[in-house]
């Protein structure tokens, strides 16, 4: 989905790969220089008609940048009343160029040579889809929050909060959650705060090292739930499947292990889809 604005396109690119917690960016300048930095999530559902604070002094610091041709991807794109209003408010800010994309697409591009094969997100949130030629024809998942997300971080910050609220760990972890993220009360209250998906989704980073069984049985549980989806959508494809996402690639060796069990062919893991985008724009020199 492209859309013009007001002025004239320089030869510097602009990517970005935007999930549910962070925006991931590359500035391509007109030598291949490449420059990589971060911003807040750009999510269509935390944009609105008219520029946040936080947008306008992080681009005031990047003025140049927004004469580039913007190729962005993010999560909740597939829809096209999204991708619109996400284009709209990125010109707004002053951006000339926009091309707007989903996230999937971008996992596409950085994983598939030919543009054929499957590529799974496991973030923030976790989404897979068949590509053919780059074309998206089939997805499974990207539900949201409310209604699936299995296989994400965010979907082992729930199931350890409910063990924990539950009381159903040892008493040596229990101790350790609450040392580490506070009691009943103050968990309950970061839950159903506004940031509330984030504090759940950070859990998988804060508790996601080390061989606790429990904390182990957790991810394993959160990882065979998304898996046995895919299976059942995508084992019939025969090819492999690839992975982007911090949370796949934090738990690459289980993946690798569930996933030989099943029977699936286990492809790519790249953490940043963004460190591959540059090379597949100046492969097609977009």
């Avoid at 991931?24 to 008219?50: A, L």
């Avoid at 089939?138 to 299995?150: A, F, K, N, P, S």
């Avoid at 506070?182 to 506004?194: A, F, Q």
């Avoid at 060796?253 to 893991?269: C, T």
Wanted: charged letters at 25%.
């Amino acid at each position: 989905m492209l859309q013009n604005c007001t002025f004239a396109t320089m030869r510097t690119i602009l990517i970005a790969d935007s999930g549910g917690s962070r925006t991931d960016w590359c500035f391509i300048g007109q030598k291949g220089e490449k420059k990589y930095f971060e911003g807040r999530s750009m999510h269509p559902m935390y944009v609105g008609q008219q520029i946040s604070s936080e947008d306008q002094l992080f681009w005031e610091e990047r003025k140049e940048m927004l004469q580039a041709d913007l190729h962005f991807f993010g999560a909740g794109c597939l829809d096209e009343q999204n991708a619109h209003r996400l284009q709209q408010y990125l010109c707004l800010l002053g951006f000339q160029r926009v091309h707007v994309r989903s996230d999937l697409h971008a996992s596409a591009f950085a994983t598939l040579k030919d543009g054929t094969g499957i590529v799974a997100i496991m973030g923030t949130g976790s989404v897979a889809a068949a590509f053919d030629k780059f074309e998206l024809t089939d997805r499974v998942g990207g539900l949201g929050y409310l209604l699936g997300d299995e296989g994400s971080g965010f979907y082992f910050g729930k199931l350890l909060v409910n063990e924990y609220l539950e009381g159903r760990l040892s008493d040596k972890l229990m101790q350790s959650i609450e040392h580490t993220i506070g009691d009943r009360s103050d968990v309950l209250s970061k839950v159903y705060s506004p940031k509330g998906r984030d504090f759940l989704a950070m859990l998988s980073k804060l508790f996601g090292d080390g061989n606790d069984p429990e904390l182990l049985l957790l991810h394993e549980q959160n990882l065979r739930s998304f898996l046995k989806v895919v299976q059942q959508r995508y084992a019939k494809h025969d090819q492999p499947i690839h992975f982007t996402g911090s949370y796949a690639c934090a738990n690459q060796e289980m993946i690798e292990k569930l996933m030989s069990d099943m029977g699936l062919s286990v492809g790519k893991f790249i953490a940043r889809p963004i460190e591959e985008l540059p090379e597949y724009f100046f492969r097609t020199a977009v």
